[in-house]
């Protein structure tokens, strides 16, 4: 969003006008809270908030322009904060609550969202914790690990599937010459962590506690107290997010699977991606792994060049 | 208006909104349902089981589109991909007719995902209706623009809100989803008469009609959309019918939402408050 203008405009008589005014309220609805949650006490140049929203909002008998002004600003924080809690329990519960709560806010700062649609709201989550480690120190390997399979998880629920690749095509296509591409809402994940284990216990562990309660949620509150789950041990884990009759699966992999399919992946054609697994790997495990990725239907036309590894 | 061009000439009755939590019932129950509303924002996707359920709906019922981020207040020209996909929907579910807010939520580029109230000007009226007009004729279905419920004015303001949304529609040639429950969250949060708004918007142009809970704090009235409809709204309702004749009336409930009976009883309380309306159409 371009820098709002020094003052609202007084009157608006323009599209240009409109644009000038929609910059300051958007500016001022997006401003990161106070540390108390609410609109903060100086506008962006220094000036009083109080005297920045009276310049454009109308008091009531009841209301102050800068209470109404916080109205908004809380809900978009409030909407926003529940948005990207959702999309990421397993990030949540590894941070704890303050730390996530410290991580969306300065995320959310640093790239609002760009989309018609929350979906996308934690897509650029883990370049976010890459540029900057701090917030998630001393966990930044492991908090970069689950925000990219917590991305996953969105992209395997309703990414894109294109038409599989018919048994046809595979047989009368040379294996030479035969580039297979993946669904584009399998995503493979080279971890060092095992965070489909651990995801699947928060998930569990949240289910329970949400069974266990009958307390209604108190409307508009920011932050539901999460303690911090354990944390996985290290343990190299290779993992394919997908799904399957449109429900959400994780499926391990063998490194020579893996491997396989990241050479697809990358464009390499059969034989070639074949050769990947390894001298080891024996051709009637690599007949079993494609057998299963057949009927899983993964394999689609290569459409364009994107590598599906997202380690 | 029961039927009329601004919802596609359909004779809709009363509806609830398609929510998650009702899925499994709808699916293995198949209740007696006039029609859903979706967010159509919730299905524009590529894939997945959103559209998977989608389509078990509409093989089963009517369904109409209402949309949360077309912002059709925003200064910025409507998102090419956001349009593309919406056609695609509405190809999906045929909606007779296809409802957004009259807000605005986005500036270049950068989403708020809230309904933004206007400034109510005449400038912004005719950006307004330019983009409803340019939205309709991309998707091709008639399309009604929802008053929201607000918590702000602005001083730049130079009418009503009901004569801004009068304003609005007679330029774009649209239909109105009155919602009558964000009609008195504002007339709450701003002192302004609910009759006054109802009495005085194009009755002919209402196509649909929202009704819906709210949350009453110490100084203001937010719209929670998590309770029963409050009495003096369904007395708005009512008053809306007669001025309006029965129109498709559609329940949200959006937040710490019942089984589904409990919904759907609730929309269907609907049917008490239109006596008025049936002997203004004997």
């Known amino acids: ?311 | 208006m029961p039927a009329n061009r601004f919802n596609g000439n359909c004779d809709y009755g009363i509806g609830i909104g398609l929510r998650v939590p009702h899925y499994a019932h709808i699916l293995s129950k198949k209740p007696v349902v006039d029609w859903f509303e979706i967010i159509s924002e919730n299905f524009m996707v590529e894939g997945g089981r959103p559209l998977e359920l989608l389509d078990k709906i509409l093989e089963q019922y009517r369904v109409v589109q209402h949309g949360v981020s077309m912002y059709f207040g925003s200064a910025d020209k409507p998102d090419r991909t956001h349009l593309r996909r919406l056609k695609s929907l509405v190809k999906r579910t045929k909606t007779p007719w296809l409802s957004d807010h009259l807000c605005w939520g986005s500036v270049d580029g950068t989403y708020t995902h809230d309904l933004l109230p206007m400034p109510y000007t005449f400038a912004a009226a005719r950006r307004t209706a330019e983009k409803i007009r340019l939205v309709r004729d991309y998707l091709e279905v008639p399309i009604c623009v929802e008053n929201v419920s607000s918590y702000a004015e602005f001083h730049a303001s130079e009418m009503t809100e009901w004569e801004f949304l009068t304003e609005v529609v007679e330029l774009a040639d649209c239909g109105i989803l009155l919602d009558v429950n964000n009609i008195y969250v504002s007339s709450k949060n701003h002192g302004f008469n609910p009759y006054d708004y109802v009495d005085n918007v194009p009755h002919d142009r209402v196509g649909q009609m929202h009704i819906a809970g709210h949350t009453r704090f110490e100084k203001y009235i937010l719209d929670t959309h998590d309770h029963p409809v409050l009495d003096p709204v369904w007395k708005l309702y009512a008053h809306a019918t007669e001025l309006c004749g029965i129109s498709a009336t559609l329940l949200e409930w959006d937040d710490k939402i019942p089984s589904f009976d409990e919904v759907h009883n609730e929309a269907l309380k609907a049917n008490e408050f239109i006596d008025g309306a049936k002997k203004a159409a004997v």
């Open chain 1, 1 to 311: 969003m371009k820098r709002p203008p020094k003052h609202a405009p007084v009157r608006i008589e323009s599209t240009d006008d409109l644009r000038l005014f929609q910059r300051m309220m958007a500016t001022a609805v997006t401003r990161p809270l106070s540390a108390d949650d609410g609109l903060q006490a100086k506008w962006i140049d220094g000036r009083s908030m109080e005297k920045v929203a009276s310049e454009f909002i109308k008091p009531n008998d009841r209301l102050t322009s800068f209470e109404r002004l916080q109205l908004y600003n809380q809900m978009y924080w409030f909407r926003l904060f529940d948005a990207i809690r959702d999309d990421c329990p397993g990030l949540q519960a590894a941070l704890g609550e303050r730390a996530f709560g410290r991580l969306a806010q300065a995320y959310l700062a640093r790239y609002p969202s760009r989309s018609f649609t929350l979906r996308n709201l934690s897509s650029r989550l883990v370049q976010f914790i890459g540029q900057r480690p701090s917030l998630t120190a001393p966990h930044t390997a492991l908090a970069l690990e689950i925000a990219r399979f917590e991305w996953a998880q969105t992209v395997a629920f309703d990414g894109e599937s294109k038409p599989v690749v018919s048994a046809a095509v595979l047989a009368r296509t040379p294996p030479g010459r035969l580039r297979l591409g993946l669904q584009p809402y399998v995503t493979l994940l080279d971890l060092r962590h095992p965070i489909d284990s651990y995801v699947i216990s928060v998930k569990r562990r949240d289910a329970m506690r949400s069974e266990a309660s009958n307390t209604p949620d108190s409307a508009g509150s920011a932050w539901k107290p999460v303690r911090r789950a354990p944390l996985p041990r290290p343990s190299r884990t290779l993992v394919a997010v997908h799904r399957h009759n449109n429900r959400l699966y994780y499926k391990r992999l063998d490194p020579g699977a893996f491997r396989i399919l990241e050479a697809l992946s990358q464009g390499r054609p059969l034989t070639r991606a074949i050769a990947a697994a390894g001298p080891g790997v024996k051709p009637a495990r690599v007949r079993n792994w494609f057998k299963s990725w057949m009927a899983l239907g993964w394999f689609c036309a290569r459409g364009n060049k994107r590598n599906r590894r997202a380690s």
